[in-house]
């Protein structure tokens, strides 16, 4: 599954690319993705916000041993990118475009936000000696693996 | 809106939509490490250290981007083009330099990468530039 998974995305990559470059040259009349985007920055609000939350998953994705933590981080996010489309949907109706400075608070404010409350689950190491012991039941608090 | 832009619209969402299906289920499996943000980020911190950078400047291009062109003698086109062509250039290198000179790459490095790839997509491959 993880050579699957690996493949996919590779080939999704590809694909999108693929894709854009076809419709960048000229004689298609289809506007290409950033066009689409670009156009619906105010409607896309909510993707902006996505699109921040997603780059903290990939590197500054926090993990967590408790089971329930990385779904309800889920929920949570997945609640705002929802409130947030909303929102750009009315701001549109009502004429509102987001400015640039707008759009970059958005971005890190999902970042940040999935940085807090979407950390991913890890199965607890029951090998290292930074877990708890049976005789103390505190960990030594120091790695002391060679 | 008219029927060009709405397939390309339906197409986005539905890339999206599948692409969120499969996380889904590569969440809910008993495979560890297979989402699409461990494996991203394995790569990067790997041969493929460009993807922070190229990702960054995807995402300066798509929701930032000045209206004012470092060349204002040349047409908008000229500015669409160049951004992509230095992406394609920049990201090859890093690639190059990825696969023949080994070296630990750390946060530090990651998050400059996602910095400057953020600005590179600001200033030199915007869509908001005025002619």
Do not use: C
């Not at chain 1, 985007?37 to 990939?58: C, D, H, N, W």
């Not at chain 2, 299906?21 to 041969?47: C, H, M, P, Q, R």
């Not at chain 2, 060349?71 to 920049?90: T, Y």
């Amino acid at each position: 599954m993880l050579k699957t998974s690996r493949k996919y995305i590779f080939l999704l990559v590809v694909a999108l690319i693929i894709i854009d470059v076809v419709l960048v040259t000229d004689w298609t009349k289809y506007p290409t993705f950033s066009e689409v985007v670009e156009q619906e920055r105010t409607l896309l609000m909510g993707f902006t916000f996505l699109f921040g939350g997603l780059f903290a998953k990939i590197y500054y994705n926090q993990k967590t041993s408790i089971k329930g933590k990385d779904k309800r981080g889920v929920i949570i996010f997945s609640t705002l990118v929802l409130l947030l489309s909303f929102l750009g949907f009315f701001a549109k109706q009502n004429g509102f475009t987001v400015a640039t400075w707008q759009q970059l608070v958005l971005l890190i404010s999902g970042g940040v936000v999935a940085y807090l409350v979407w950390p991913q689950f890890k199965e607890p190491d029951i090998t290292s000696p930074l877990m708890p012991t049976a005789k103390t039941g505190t960990s030594s608090g120091r790695d002391t693996r060679p | 809106m008219d029927a060009p832009t709405a397939l390309v619209e339906g197409v986005l969402i539905g890339v999206g939509l599948s692409f969120v299906l499969f996380e889904v289920a590569l969440n809910l499996n008993d495979v560890e490490g297979d989402t699409t943000n461990i494996v991203l980020e394995e790569w990067s911190y790997g041969k493929f250290f460009f993807i922070p950078f190229a990702l960054a400047a995807i995402a300066g291009h798509l929701f930032l981007g000045t209206t004012t062109s470092f060349f204002p003698d040349k047409s908008i086109e000229f500015d669409g083009l160049f951004g992509v062509l230095a992406l394609f250039g920049i990201s090859g290198l890093m690639l190059l330099i990825g696969w023949l000179v080994p070296f630990r790459k750390t946060k530090f490095l990651i998050t400059t990468l996602v910095v400057l790839g953020l600005a590179f997509g600001h200033f030199f491959w915007s869509m908001n530039i005025i002619k």
